[in-house]
């Protein structure tokens, strides 16, 4: 048996690259709505981009939820979710703002280009810091009234869980 694998190499190599991407991806957390953050907010710290669709701190506050990811430019499961927050912001009860570390130029050509259709905001280091640990992409659902985080969301999530929150 030993002198099958030494004679295949690139086989070995093969599934033993191929048992690593298996482990990493079995070790990763799913893509799926966690927990509350059980958390309280003093403020919603706001610092908009400026694109198409800035909005002041008061008009979103107007709404009673909030519903604010964290992301990159780099991501690709952050521009997967684009369209899901595009729809989520139409809601007569839900503003989404999305907060990244990135620079404005950069954001401004990312709203651009993947049609993004809600609010970006810089995200400073002590506003990321009250998240953490932040991995993206990442939602916290805010009840603007109480300031109270009422879920937390990981990854890919669907547009129903945020919607019974906000519906009851």
């Known amino acids: 048996m030993k002198q099958f694998w030494h004679k295949n190499k690139k086989l070995s190599g093969l599934l033993f690259i191929l048992l690593a991407v298996v482990a990493i991806g079995v070790a990763l957390p799913q893509p799926k709505q966690i927990e509350s953050a059980n958390?309280?907010?003093t403020e919603v710290e706001y610092d908009p981009f400026d694109t198409e669709y800035a909005l002041t701190k008061e008009q979103l506050l107007q709404k009673r939820y909030m519903l604010i990811e964290f992301f990159t430019l780099q991501c690709p499961h952050c521009e997967?979710?684009?369209?899901?927050?595009?729809?989520?912001?139409k809601h007569k009860d839900l503003s989404v703002v999305g907060?990244?570390?990135e620079s404005s130029s950069k954001v401004k050509e990312y709203a651009k280009k993947h049609d993004?259709?809600?609010?970006l905001s810089r995200a400073s280091v002590n506003y990321m810091n009250i998240f953490e640990p932040v991995v993206v992409p990442m939602s916290f659902l805010i009840d603007?009234?109480?300031?109270?985080?009422?879920?937390?969301?990981?990854g890919k999530f669907e547009a129903k869980s945020v919607l019974e929150i906000i519906n009851d």
């Open 144 to 154: 603007t009234q109480t300031m109270e985080v009422k879920e937390k969301f990981l």
């Open 116 to 119: 993004v259709r809600y609010p």
């Open 39 to 41: 958390m309280k907010l």
């Open 99 to 101: 907060y990244t570390m």
């Open 80 to 89: 997967r979710s684009i369209p899901l927050l595009n729809e989520l912001q």
